[in-house]
């Protein structure tokens, strides 16, 4: 699949960010300690080296990448519904230092406390569907970036007010093209962590 040519960050549509507003690893090796010569007549015996070792991959397949992928999104997404659903002033990040990259949480964090600020409440859920893999690379070792294309469905979530009324934009768009990054954590390379929301702005897939 092509990289997009396009896409803008993720700020007017109502997940978390999206909802709210809406590689390859190195080579190493060492060389084995050369073989002397027999004496100063003897023919040049060649330096005997190991060679190069490529690190495991930290997925065996797209497949599993693909897995871990929507593994992290799901947790990542239920984190952002449940916020979402609670009625307080203060919210509490600290469970999604498990789900989002540390580059990437304050940008969760503002736009989950802004909405809880204004008062605004969650009903029911979002969802995601039509993942599809756009890129898989061990950057480095025990590094790996993924990126997938996926569809956000918002039509199951409503907002309220303070007093209970629905207020959901009529001119919502509830079902949005993303294009999501994600890295690996520093804990476990296998465990990805959300590091980018796009909407994508090529054609729409959703």
């Known amino acids: 699949m092509r990289n997009p040519s396009r896409r803008r960050p993720v700020h007017n549509v109502v997940h978390t960010a999206a909802v709210l507003f809406l590689a390859i690893g190195t080579l190493s090796g060492c060389s084995a300690t050369p073989v002397p010569v027999a004496s100063s ?37 239920a984190l952002s519904d449940d916020i979402m659903r609670r009625r307080s002033a203060t919210v509490d990040f600290s469970g999604f230092s498990a789900s989002v990259s540390a580059n ?13 600020k204004a008062g605004h409440v969650g009903q ?17 070792r025990d590094h790996a970036e993924v990126e997938v294309y996926m569809c956000s469905d918002v039509s199951g ?26 890295i690996s954590s520093a804990e476990n390379p296998s465990k990805l962590l959300v590091d980018k929301e796009d909407v994508w702005s090529g054609r729409d897939f959703c």
């Open 157 to 182: 979530l409503r907002l309220l007010d303070v007093s209970g009324a629905d207020v959901t934009p009529a001119e919502r768009i509830d079902r949005v093209p993303l294009q999501v990054s994600f």
């Open 41 to 77: 007549t003897a023919d040049p015996v060649a330096e005997a080296t190991t060679a190069p070792t490529e690190p495991s991959p930290i997925f065996a397949s797209n497949d599993e990448a693909l897995a871990a992928a929507k593994a992290a999104y799901t947790n990542y997404a």
């Open 124 to 140: 029911g859920a979002s969802s995601f569907d039509s993942v599809a893999l756009v890129r898989y690379s061990d950057s480095a």
């Open 104 to 116: 990437y949480l304050p940008q969760v964090a503002e736009a989950l406390d802004s909405f809880t």
